[in-house]
């Protein structure tokens, strides 16, 4: 079962993907590692169109619990003022994490840390 929903959601992707290139996978969600939301909402962002797809199919072809929960993604998905809020949120959200992963690194030197820090509160 897994296995034929990743075929059909891979499927999907493939026949929206106009420009000839392959979509990034996601990023499972974690409540420990806050840092990957982020690449979350980036690439949520990113294939809005084939997870409306995604979700409609799911939606179509699924058991009734899992109708209801990609039926409420699919009305998420296809709320204009979401997609707006992705639109604005997405750049934010992906400076402030390299920002972050630049303080998590292990070699940074503390006065680019600092120049980065400043930078980043003056935006």
Not at 70 to 83: E, K, Q, T
Request: with cysteine.
């Amino acid at each position: 079962m897994v296995f034929k929903e990743h075929c059909k959601k891979r499927s999907i992707q493939d026949a929206l993907r106009s420009d000839g290139q392959n979509a990034a996978p996601f990023e499972k969600h974690s409540t420990t590692r806050w840092l990957i939301r982020g690449k979350i909402i980036f690439r949520s962002f990113t294939n809005w169109n084939e997870l409306k797809a995604y979700f409609l199919s799911a939606q179509q072809a699924s058991t009734q619990a899992a109708r209801l929960k990609a039926r409420i993604l699919l009305d998420m998905l296809n709320d204009p003022m979401m997609y707006l809020y992705f639109h604005f949120v997405s750049p934010l959200v992906t400076e402030f994490d390299r920002v972050n992963a630049f303080y998590l690194a292990t070699d940074a030197d503390p006065d680019e840390m600092f120049t980065e820090l400043s930078l980043h509160s003056k935006f």
